[in-house]
């Protein structure tokens, strides 16, 4: 059974270049979602997002007629949920992954399903979600069969599919890059196979869905605990007064040694949450994995005692000085170099605690945004070449191209990333 209409749920930084890219192979493509300002970006061939390439391809799509979005579900072959999966609010050692984002986009399509639909889940998921979400799917919708009771012969297949793309290339990534299919059953994963080879050219393999689903958490948790042992190393230099960058440069020409650099903690909406989707299954055993979360997330407040003891040290050395004299300019806000993302971002959150503890002004340099509003009211956004001349306190948070590009030295510097 072929796919002629597609719809994606949640347009954001996975869902959008995903609904593009089957637009791009001649779809029909509706893209859902709550956010009536996305919606209405989209709908002018525009997007709400960077991301390289990706408007160019959007503009084509909606301007030849294989791309909408809206609010409001509408029929399908086969639909892809691509909605966050964020943390619960609450004081738990241990965060609980919230589900009411996929349970929400669940009950939102369930009334325009049909027999021979597929339905995919591809936002990053606690293991077991995906059996979850044909369970709410189910509910919903009595008068249809699903895997988890009528096996190959469901009337509505459903399967776990993660997305793996980096931002800043997740156009190239979309279609090279192998792909992960986790069917409930056979037929789930065949389907949704030949769903994906719509426009990706990597291979697609196939598993069980929980399989996938851990798939994802297992690869962003590796590059957690790699990073988690970067930062802690840095620590430890800092302590015995060695340079880290000149540490981990020695020791990566071992032949089997691959050190990651360090940072001021770990950011997105990936590394920094899924390895939490492992602990909260199963804390018992994720010892490792909480420990690196633990490292990762604690190292922001070390950044900032960090820029508290140069604070310190600029006022010692300037006695007519008073705190509130003193501008602190914080190099980033992202979470990654060259993006505009800051889901998650240890800099954005580096660069609030210091607005709140600081008596002086806090200045943000951010090539990749235009506005610090509904983020910051304290902070105030500049220009790199004003920090540069007229801030004592200089924080190197994000590499951006820019500041690398950049050969400044100041006496007053915390460098996270080891640029200048």
Not at 130 to 147: G, H, I, K, N, S
Not at 236 to 250: F, H, N, P, R
Not at 270 to 276: F, G, L, N, R, T
Not at 400 to 418: E, I, P, W
């Amino acid at each position: 059974m072929s796919f002629e209409t597609i719809s994606v749920i949640g347009l954001g930084y996975i869902g959008l270049p995903t609904a593009a890219m089957f637009a791009s192979r001649k779809k029909k493509v509706i893209g859902i979602d709550v956010n009536q300002h996305a919606v209405d970006t989209i709908n002018r061939g525009e997007i709400h997002i960077v991301e390289p390439e990706l408007d160019m391809i959007v503009h084509a799509a909606v301007t030849e007629g294989y791309l909408k979005a809206t609010t409001i579900p509408e029929p399908a072959d086969a639909f892809l949920i691509a909605v966050p999966t964020p943390f619960k609010n609450n004081d738990s050692e241990i965060p609980e992954p919230d589900l009411s984002y996929i349970e929400a986009a669940s009950k939102a399509i369930a009334p325009v399903l049909k027999k021979g639909d597929l339905v995919i889940l591809e936002s990053t998921s606690p293991v077991g979600a995906t059996e979850q979400m044909a369970e709410w799917l189910a509910a919903v919708r009595p008068d249809l069969t699903f895997p988890q009771i009528a096996g190959d012969n469901a009337d509505v297949n459903v399967a776990h599919c993660p997305e793996r793309v980096l931002p800043g290339h997740v156009v190239r990534e979309l279609v090279e890059n192998d792909r992960v299919i986790g069917g409930m059953t056979a037929k789930c994963s065949a389907r949704a196979v030949e769903l994906y080879k719509t426009f990706v050219q990597g291979e697609c393999v196939i598993t069980n869905a929980r399989t996938a689903e851990m798939a994802k958490l297992t690869e962003n948790s590796c590059r957690d605990v790699q990073i988690a042992f970067a930062n802690e190393l840095s620590i430890i230099c800092d302590k015995l007064d060695i340079d880290v960058w000149e540490l981990i440069s020695l020791a990566n020409r071992h032949p089997r040694i691959n050190i990651l650099q360090p940072g001021p903690g770990v950011g997105g909406h990936c590394i920094a949450v899924d390895p939490w989707f492992i602990v909260s299954k199963t804390p018992t055993q994720a010892k490792i994995i909480h420990t690196a979360r633990q490292v990762n997330d604690g190292k922001p407040s070390w950044v900032v005692d960090k820029v508290k003891l140069e604070i310190a040290n600029f006022l010692q050395d300037n006695p007519t000085k008073t705190v509130q004299d003193i501008v602190v300019a914080c190099y980033g806000l992202a979470f990654k170099p060259d993006i505009d993302d800051l889901r998650e971002s240890p800099a954005l959150n580096i660069t609030k605690a210091l607005s709140d503890m600081h008596a002086g002004s806090v200045w943000a340099v951010e090539p990749n945004i235009s506005s610090l509003e509904n983020i910051s009211s304290t902070v105030e956004l500049t220009s790199l070449e004003n920090a540069q001349e007229n801030a004592d306190i200089h924080v190197v948070l994000v590499d951006h191209s820019q500041f690398k590009a950049s050969k400044f030295k100041a006496k007053y510097l915390v460098d996270t990333k080891g640029i200048w």
